[in-house]
Nanobody
Framework: QVQLVESGGGLVRAGGSLRISCAASGLTFIDYGMGWFRQVPGKEREFLSAISRSGDVTYYADSVKGRFTLSRDNAKNTVYLEMHSLKPEDTAVYYC????????????????WGQGTQVTVSS
């Protein structure tokens, strides 16, 4: 079965940096666009960033543009999210997602989801 497993979340101070990862298995990774979302209790899942199958095209939501960088290593079936200048409002559960074909910017466009990893930014 397809699995997406996030890792690297944790507690970080405001202004600090963190890199989270998503390892995929059970699929041909290079055939999937990948995205990152986040969610806090009582709020809708928020799109953050997406990357094309080749890895040469990325898209970022305004909330993270200039602070977060999405990349992928197709040899390792892994996608990364580098987060810098973290703010308390970045605190959330972060999810990676896979979409067959082109990447998407909405939750409904993605086929597979990871379990999420908690990122907490202290003020």
């Amino acid at each position: 079965q397809v699995q997406l497993v996030e890792s690297g979340g944790g507690l970080v101070r405001a202004g600090g940096s963190l890199r989270i990862s998503c390892a995929a298995s059970g699929l041909t990774f290079i055939d999937y666009g990948m995205g990152w979302f986040r969610q806090v209790p009582g709020k809708e899942r928020e799109f953050l960033s997406a990357i094309s199958r080749s890895g040469d095209v990325t898209y970022y939501a305004d909330s993270v543009k200039g602070r977060f960088t999405l990349s992928r290593d197709n040899a390792k079936n892994t996608v990364y999210l580098e987060m810098h200048s973290l703010k308390p409002e970045d605190t959330a559960v972060y999810y990676c997602a896979a979409r067959a074909g082109a990447y998407g910017t909405t939750e409904s466009q993605y086929h597979y989801w990871g379990q999420g990893t908690q990122v907490t930014v202290s003020s």
